[in-house]
């Protein structure tokens, strides 16, 4: 039978019911973020421990998703997604009703281990159900999933905790995850022939606690500091043993995650921009609530409000941005998407305290556009270059690459705005002794030391965003050498269940 047969018939029902699965897991991922203040004080912790509900989470993201190139191609479809929404749903439940905050934690972090399943599972059956030239489209629904359900989660969870407790956020979820798990269990229907694969456990634990000690590492540094030896310490483990890990690798017949994907130019040029990209990302989605919230004091559901349209229109661009994929290929869209990105973060390097609500929203907007022409066209243009047996292996790594760069991109812009925030605030404060004639009273000088760290705050951000701009630059010029490829290898090599059809599609 010919390739292309088994491409006519994609398995829409399997990759309906895995979106839905995807869409509250990546929803859930950002939901909680505002109703940290609110746990804060139903709890009685402080807000170090409490951020431990997202730190913890991406943990335990970073650890799982390695094991997912293992997991895929030992496991079914099936087995996998009842088994991520098994744990989802459980964990979201007893969450629900956590009344101390370990509980909390812990029902946390058995949400984010079936998270951590769902998305390179989407990924890996998106990409063995549909031909290179229709792929585009197809991932650029994926995009709406990978890129909506997040983006959204902050203005919905805004507007909720003002009228009702944090755990609404949990009892919402839960019903409709437990739904999918049900309707999964009947519909889904694939089997799965037994393969010898044996997981290598010293390759387990070394790429847990090298990704694990990068995320907790970077993700710690803006709070704690880099001097800090819970963050230098924890990195420099991370680094240690993912050098390790990758050796390891490299001596194994059947590696756990294979790192031969980079001897592909176009999925390592494509990786390289995805880390760029992410990076830059959390500049608007980290400073931008910053701004708003504290130095505007705007609250949090109107804040949620500005971002939303460019939410909104990144998921409506996401599918059309897909099907040019497929028209035109990746560097023009890329290209033209990193250029918008560009400009619109250099014009979020001039913020001031007049700067006006419309105007924020139609920057932001502006920026999101240009995103949603460049993260799943990149992405795809890489995974497509992949032979299909590949496929888990290339989903993983660029799943665990973003939790990375992600974490390294916060640290990174949270330390410059720290840093010079304290210089902006010192030089403004010596110009203001310079200039001042007389002592200034109790009030004045309070007066004026809070004026300082506001302006000093706003110019930190500003010069943030600025270095933003740089790391986009990065990712344009890195953006004119993708090239268009083709799919090496046989569709057939790694459907994502190894199914019993796949394999009587191979043989007719």
Not at 54 to 74: C, D, E, H, R, S
Not at 425 to 440: E, F
Request: hydrophobic share 55%; aromatic share 10%.
């Amino acid at each position: 039978m010919e390739q292309a047969k088994f491409y006519d018939r994609p398995p829409y029902g399997i990759i309906t019911i895995l979106m839905i699965g995807a869409f509250i897991s990546m929803l859930n991922e950002t939901l909680l973020n505002v109703a940290l203040p609110s746990i804060m004080k139903d709890l009685s912790v402080g807000a170090s421990t409490v951020q431990w509900l997202a730190t913890g989470y991406m943990l335990v993201n970073g650890v799982m998703i390695p094991a997912t190139a293992f997991l895929i191609q030992k496991y079914s479809v099936r087995g996998l997604f009842l088994t991520a929404m098994v744990l989802f749903t459980a964990g979201t439940i007893i969450a629900g009703f956590a009344h101390v905050f370990p509980l909390l934690l812990t029902a946390r972090m058995i949400q984010a281990a079936g998270s951590a399943i769902m998305m390179p599972l989407l990924m890996n059956v998106m990409l063995t159900s549909f031909p290179p030239e229709k792929r585009g489209a197809a991932m650029g629904m994926f995009g709406l999933v990978f890129i909506f359900a997040p983006a959204v989660g902050p203005t919905l969870s805004g507007y909720l905790i003002e009228h009702n407790s944090w755990r609404i956020l949990f009892h919402l979820v839960s019903p409709i995850a437990a739904v999918t798990l049900v309707v999964g269990f009947f519909l889904l229907k694939d089997k799965k022939e037994k393969i010898v694969l044996q997981l290598d456990i010293l390759s387990l634990v070394l790429s847990s606690i090298a990704f694990g000690g990068l995320l907790y590492g970077f993700s710690s540094a803006g709070d704690k500091g880099w001097d800090s030896p819970y963050v230098y310490v924890t990195i420099a483990a991370g680094a240690i043993c993912l050098v390790l890990f990758i050796v390891r690798q490299n001596f194994l017949d059947k590696p756990m995650l294979n790192f031969k994907v980079y001897k592909y130019p176009m999925f390592a040029l494509s990786s390289a921009i995805s880390i760029v990209i992410s990076m830059a990302m959390f500049s608007a989605m980290l400073l931008m609530p910053i701004y708003l919230q504290t130095l505007r004091g705007i609250s949090p559901v109107k804040s949620g409000l500005l971002l939303l349209p460019g939410s909104l229109l990144m998921g409506i661009m996401s599918p059309i941005t897909g099907k040019l994929f497929d028209k035109f290929g990746g560097r023009a869209l890329a290209v033209i998407g990193l250029v918008i990105m560009t400009f619109t973060t250099y014009m979020f390097s001039n913020l001031t305290f007049d700067t006006s609500y419309t105007t924020l929203i139609l920057l932001y907007s502006a920026r999101m556009f240009g995103m949603s022409m460049v993260m799943m066209p990149v992405m795809t243009n890489g995974l497509n270059q992949l032979p299909a047996h590949l496929y888990p292996h290339g989903t993983a790594m660029n799943n665990t690459l973003q939790q990375v760069s992600g974490a390294i991109g916060s640290a990174l812009l949270v330390t410059i705005m720290s840093n010079r925030t304290e210089t902006h605030a010192k030089d403004m404060a010596a110009s203001a002794m310079k200039h001042m004639t007389g002592q200034p009273t109790a009030e004045a000088a309070a007066a004026m030391k809070q004026q300082i760290a506001m302006k000093a705050a706003l110019e930190g951000i500003n010069d943030s965003f600025l270095v933003s701009v740089g790391i986009a630059c990065v990712a344009l010029i890195l953006a004119f050498f993708i090239q268009r490829v083709k799919q090496t290898g046989s569709p057939f090599g790694a459907m994502p269940a190894n199914s019993e059809s796949a394999k009587n599609l191979a043989e007719n």
